[in-house]
């Protein structure tokens, strides 16, 4: 039923479903803005699919897929903050930049071999190519890039937080291995090959530039700098580990076809939604956009891609036009809401690291959520879990603000 997402994904859902049920039996999640939005949600959208199905003819298998891809993780938001103090965020930051560096001489083995080379084999197959060459995107092993992008946009986000304190409160107070983590973290973004994890790096330094203006200090303001200056070092790096790599990469992004393709990408998802879609008050049908919908019919994914490809256009495309311009309205909502709240962290002095974090979750939730959840969303969901987590249990040692500039 899934056959664009390995297996492997779906072993995530049992742990998540006996999280839900160990906090509906223990009281153990929030009942503030977030519940009573995720409870609206769920029932319009859940009453939409049975409109679908009974007046629509909708596949009820691929409405519960939808569901699934639509619904299912949302609670995370409302149960995985509660457990996230700043001890359990300090282990999440260690463990994720510590990961870093093995990540990193995988990501060099995976430029250098073929696409049919043992290393990048995924439960589908061999690795996808970059265009017109024999040189695979990199993916951690994973069957997409898109865990491995996200992933790698996240850490670094982190990694930015890290520099953005003051050395006595980092998680990695030896300056050196820091910057060991943040250089594997640039290779392995700028050799993944892939467009979408170089855009959300891009984001996670536009939010720590940021988030080193909210906090005032010349010194978070001349870190941040540093990675910049660190950026043009990794990426020679990069052309001697795969020249044709970074040759293929660099004309996606800069050459005419390239760039006009990135450029329709960004912009279309700011208002492709509003001026694609044709009217329906019942929609195309939830699912029919994802993943699940193209099992058993070798024309389906053609004949969707359209809807699978543009990730807020098929929203409403899927659900129809009110409901799907309403829960694209609560999604931009939530994501606003959560970079305003993450600036207000940052300026109480605890855990800048959640300003970055904010701006590649919504660049990541704005391209791709739904389309495949099992590997975006949970992810997306475990990150605004840690912003929120902030929220609720402040750095006990927030207080050691940083010094404005003179």
């Known amino acids: 039923m899934f056959p664009h997402v390995a297996a492997f994904y779906l072993f995530q859902d049992l742990p998540i479903a006996m999280a839900y049920f160990y906090a509906l039996r223990t009281g153990l999640f929030d009942l503030g803005p977030l519940f009573a939005g995720t409870?609206?949600?769920s029932v319009i959208v859940t009453f939409q699919a049975m409109a679908q199905i009974i007046l629509g003819g909708l596949d009820p298998i691929v409405a519960i897929v939808g569901l699934h891809h639509y619904l299912f993780y949302l609670p995370m938001l409302l149960i995985f903050p509660l457990c996230l103090t700043e001890k359990y965020r300090r282990d999440f930051i260690r463990w994720n930049l510590l990961l870093s560096i093995p990540m990193c001489l995988l990501v060099v083995a995976q430029a250098q071999s073929p696409t049919q080379a043992f290393i990048n084999r995924t439960s589908e197959g061999d690795a996808m190519g970059l265009p017109g060459v024999e040189v695979a995107r990199v993916s951690g092993t994973f069957n997409f890039v898109a865990f491995f992008g996200i992933w790698v946009g996240m850490a670094f986000a982190l990694c930015l937080g890290e520099w953005l304190l003051r050395r006595e409160r980092r998680v990695f107070k030896n300056r050196w291995l820091l910057t060991v983590c943040?250089?594997?973290?640039?290779?392995?973004?700028?050799?993944?090959?892939?467009?979408?994890?170089?855009?959300l790096t891009a984001a996670s330094l536009l939010g720590a530039f940021l988030a080193s203006i909210v906090l005032g200090s010349g010194r978070a303001i001349m870190a941040?700098?540093?990675?910049?200056?660190l950026l043009p070092i990794a990426a020679g790096?990069?052309?001697?580990?795969?020249?044709?790599?970074?040759n293929t990469v660099n004309e996606r992004l800069t050459g005419e076809r390239g760039a006009s393709d990135s450029q329709q990408r960004i912009l279309g998802s700011f208002y492709s939604w509003l001026t694609e879609?044709?009217?329906?008050l019942i929609g195309a049908g939830i699912g029919l956009g994802v993943d699940a919908s193209h099992a058993g019919s070798s024309n389906s994914y053609l004949y969707t891609y359209n809807l699978s490809e543009a990730d807020t256009t098929r929203n409403v495309m899927e659900l129809g036009t009110p409901v799907g311009l309403f829960y694209l309205m609560l999604r931009f909502g939530f994501l606003l809401g959560m970079i305003l709240l993450s600036i207000k962290i940052v300026r109480s002095g605890s855990?800048?690291?959640v300003l970055p974090l904010?701006?590649?979750?919504?660049?990541?939730?704005?391209?791709d959520l739904t389309r495949a959840?099992?590997?975006?969303?949970?992810q997306v969901m475990v990150g605004y879990a840690f912003i929120l987590g902030v929220q609720l249990y402040p750095d006990q040692n927030n207080l050691q603000l940083e010094l404005p500039i003179q």
């Open 351 to 353: 855990a800048p690291h």
């Open 358 to 367: 904010a701006f590649i979750l919504c660049a990541q939730a704005l391209a």
């Open 182 to 199: 943040t250089f594997s973290l640039s290779i392995c973004c700028l050799a993944s090959g892939s467009r979408q994890t170089i855009f």
């Open 373 to 378: 959840a099992t590997m975006t969303s949970t």
């Open 277 to 280: 879609p044709p009217f329906s």
């Open 39 to 41: 409870m609206l949600l």
């Open 237 to 246: 790096a990069t052309y001697l580990i795969s020249p044709v790599e970074f």
């Open 224 to 229: 941040i700098g540093g990675i910049f200056l």
